[in-house]
């Protein structure tokens, strides 16, 4: 019942937001975050949490100021998600300012193939939906799955309608097709700054120890691909803003193992400070901290598996 509650949400979502007026669905989504914010539920509870660890110094007024912001932002991503099928391309196009493009567009027309690695931060499906549309540029994602099996379908075709290329995370035959779409010179999108494996990269982020997953390290080194970290803000006009920070290289010495640990390590310095500029933008609800992680048994991913992170809700 929980489960067919949710997709009829989601549903609902798709199929009546995306016909508001904008400064509407712009205002419905404020008095949303603004009402979940105060019912102080886990997951406001578990972003405050996490956004303690960003900004150290915060104290409680602080950290509530921050946890307002970031649940406005939260929905904000929502109501723009749900808007994006009826955005016309001119919208799209405008909707979202990059620097830095040029790394993106010299990394492809180089044909080794770019992986962009993205942060939790503000709208990532809208600056999906910008490369498809202002840059004509298709690419391959990964999904987690989620049940029921019928709201994972609704974000498979809501993504696909945007020009996405949708993987599913589970299953291990992910992995070998971004290879080859890479290795065709391609482009793949990972949103990367949470493990959905016990198999993560264990790395120090905001002083202490997470995992993230290895995927974006792993596809660098066995395609030759261009890696490059990706952060993305709001800054209170209806224009997101992001950055494509130059490529993490693939260090020339040690196995395997220590190269995937340096790389990641590097793309988490590189989150961390995006996020520290814009923690209000950091969508993380969930656990993320090794010392904050219930136990759960091991399971090791299927050989050759890239684990992304997705974050589908």
């Not at 932002?73 to 405008?94: C, D, I, N, Q, T």
């Not at 770019?114 to 490369?131: C, K, R, S, Y």
């Amino acid at each position: 019942m929980k489960h067919r509650i949710t997709d009829a949400l989601y549903g609902l979502g798709w199929g009546t937001v995306k016909h508001l007026p904008e400064p509407v669905a712009t205002a419905l989504g404020r008095r949303i975050a603004d009402t979940v914010w105060k019912r102080r539920g886990k997951g406001v509870l578990r972003l405050e949490s996490n956004l303690a660890r960003v900004v150290p110094d915060a104290g409680p007024q602080r950290l509530a100021e921050l946890s307002r912001a970031g649940m406005r932002s939260y929905l904000r991503y929502w109501m723009e998600s749900f808007r994006l099928p009826a955005w016309s391309k001119e919208r799209v196009a405008g909707g979202f300012e990059v620097k830095d493009v040029h790394l993106l567009e010299e990394g492809l027309a180089s044909g080794r193939g770019v992986i962009l690695a993205l942060p939790h931060l503000a709208n990532w499906d809208l600056a999906g939906a910008w490369v498809t549309t202002a840059l004509g540029v298709p690419f391959t994602t990964v999904a987690e799955r989620l049940e029921p099996a019928t709201l994972y379908d609704r974000f498979v075709a809501y993504r696909e309608g945007l020009g996405m290329e949708v993987l599913p995370h589970s299953g291990g035959s992910a992995f070998g097709t971004l290879a080859r779409r890479l290795r065709a010179g391609g482009l793949v999108c990972l949103v990367a700054d949470r493990d959905l494996s016990a198999s993560g990269v264990e790395v120090s982020f905001f002083g202490d120890a997470a995992r993230m997953p290895a995927g974006p390290a792993i596809l660098a080194q066995q395609t030759g691909a261009l890696l490059l970290p990706v952060t993305l803000w709001y800054d209170g006009t209806p224009v997101m803003r992001g950055r494509i920070h130059p490529a993490i290289e693939v260090p020339a010495g040690g196995d395997r193992t220590s190269r995937t640990a340096t790389i990641t390590q590097a793309l988490a310095d590189v989150f961390a400070a995006g996020i520290a500029e814009h923690p209000e933008d950091w969508h993380m609800l969930q656990r993320l901290w090794i010392k904050d992680l219930e136990p759960r048994p091991d399971r090791p991913a299927a050989p050759g598996t890239a684990e992304t992170g997705t974050e589908t809700a």
